[in-house]
């Protein structure tokens, strides 16, 4: 019997009724590696807090959930509550990994300053880590820098997004997999019947934050002449964060085409995807998120920001568009290039031969991690 363990810090909730839900995204992924493993041990953090309509079940008895005491955040006691509850931590996901055959730690996140040391010293498990985040990110914080470089002088598989010249052998490009085959074969039919006239719908899939750059999207929406402002019906936010009131009052006063939907459940954002005709993501920092693959997968043209392994997948004007500079100006000198779009580009754009996301695809995730982890071990 195939087994693995799960280290990550995904945020799972209990409902009322003692059933746990977790991150939809996450879930979803682990859901589908029962096509490779047998059983599935998830050690992961649960917050004491009502979940989001984004958050998911387990699908299968063979997936269990450990916890670990919700930890990290910016301030001072959330660092010394990340290092006292260290013992702890390490305790359960010791006894979880003892159980299984294989373990896989998603990083970076704030414990894997000292998981990944000790999952690195133990010797005969076999295992791989996964780094979700910007492998190439310059300014990333300490501790996040501190994983790369313990990640960069052990032997173990370390799948990351995009393709890099200097990638140590044991790192391996893996796409970050967000759609199954009944998507994939949904968003074939939604691009065939994808209607592209004026006005437009426009989304955008995040947390609602600057750091996301929504900002950035709503000082490009404010700078279009009316003219072009015209060609937009709507401008869908899905997501919450901690400015979400001030940002209502902001488009409130300036009259602007926003539409806010807070946290959706996995089939509303598809949803919105399959009505909308682009995706905004002008943030500063990313691996490669989920919701580009998504988006795409139902016709939305990325308009993105140039970091991380993001321009590895988006050609410039061949799928999508790409920011090089994150300023207001150059977001909507790239908005209006999108908004000038004659039929026949934008369903060039959007074509249905795009080989790239059949690698998002679970199957194919799936496939690479038997052929290319497992049996390498």
């Not at 695809?361 to 049996?375: M, T």
């Amino acid at each position: 019997m195939r087994s693995l363990t799960i280290i990550s810090h995904t945020e799972h909730y209990k409902n009322p009724d003692g059933s746990i839900v977790g991150l939809g995204s996450t879930i979803t992924e682990i859901n589908h590696l029962l096509e490779v493993f047998d059983k599935v041990i998830h050690v992961a953090m649960l917050h004491d807090s009502v979940p989001p309509p984004s958050a998911l079940p387990y699908l299968s008895d063979k997936i269990t959930f450990v916890a670990l005491p919700a930890v990290g955040g910016a301030s001072i006691i959330d660092k010394m509550a990340l290092v006292f509850k260290a013992p702890r931590i390490l305790k359960i996901i010791s006894k979880a990994v003892a159980k299984t055959e294989y373990f896989q730690f998603r990083a970076p996140t704030g414990i894997g300053v000292y998981v990944i040391p000790y999952l690195v010293f133990i010797r005969k498990k076999k295992g791989w880590f996964k780094y979700a985040g910007n492998w190439k990110q310059k300014n990333a914080p300490m501790a996040y820098h501190f994983q790369r470089w313990v990640l960069k002088q052990q032997n173990r598989t370390v799948t990351i997004n995009g393709i890099w010249k200097d990638q140590p052998k044991q790192c391996k490009t893996f796409e970050n997999p967000c759609l199954t085959k009944a998507e994939v074969e949904l968003g074939k039919q939604t691009i065939t019947n994808k209607i592209f006239q004026f006005p437009l719908q426009i989304c955008f899939v995040g947390r609602l934050e600057a750091a996301k750059g929504l900002d950035l999207i709503i000082e490009a929406i404010q700078s279009l002449e009316p003219e072009e402002l015209s060609r937009i019906e709507t401008i869908h936010l899905v997501g919450d964060g901690k400015r979400i009131t001030e940002y209502k009052k902001k488009i409130k006063d300036l009259n602007l085409p926003f539409q806010f939907h807070g946290y959706l459940s996995r089939k509303e954002v598809h949803d919105i995807y399959r009505k909308s005709h682009a995706i905004m993501l002008p943030s500063a920092s990313e691996g490669f998120p989920k919701v580009i693959a998504e988006a795409m997968n139902y016709g939305c043209v990325p308009i993105v920001s140039n970091v991380s392994s993001i321009g590895h997948y988006i050609k410039n004007n061949k799928n999508g568009f790409l920011i090089e500079s994150l300023n207001s100006e150059c977001v909507t000198k790239v908005l209006r290039c999108f908004l000038n779009l004659q039929q026949i580009e934008y369903f060039n754009l959007i074509n249905l031969n795009n080989k790239e996301l059949v690698k998002f695809s679970y199957a194919f995730y799936n496939q690479r991690v038997k052929d290319e982890i497992i049996l390498r071990d």
